[in-house]
């Protein structure tokens, strides 16, 4: 009866740490979503829905720079991925597919890589796989801060007037009907 006693007191101590803990992890989680947190000292929103996208000028594959601003009047898929992540070399054909379909329809891809090695990587990589859309690079990985990214694959869909309409993170199946009705969508309505 004693041993009962104690294991019921241990599980009961146990359960009430567990409750503090995950108490304190939503709290924390709730503080880093606010503009004004201690946990966000550089006082800007967190990116999503309606928010303009940050511009940004990098060089392509070719060593051209290309700014945001460039595709301003389309609705963008803004992905930023590396090669050496799978989830993001998964999604990559379902991308091109995507591009094929919508491309002359006002809208554009922009994959930026955040390969240390930048184009010596990236160019093999997108004629490996057979890839046209636009890809920049970003070898020093800036980008991640600016848009706010906590790993990759993250994608951003931008309207024509450079708001963010959706983030998505993590790798998605973009050749997807419902993916390509979602973008004609946007596309039709703006």
Known sequence: MKEKNQLFRRVKVRTLILIVLMTIGVGIIVLLQLKDSPFNPSGKPPLGKGVPAPNFSLPDIEGKKVSLTNFKGKIVLLNIWAT????????????EKLYQELKGEGFEIIAVSIDESGAKTVLPFMERYDLSFPALTNPKGDIKNLYQITGVPESFILDQNGIIVEKIIG???WADSEAIRYFRNIIQSN
Do not use: F, T
């Not at 998964?90 to 991308?95: I, L, N, Q, Y």
């Open 171 to 173: 790798p998605r199946d």
């Open 84 to 95: 050496w992540c799978a989830p993001c070399v998964a999604e990559m054909p379902s991308m």
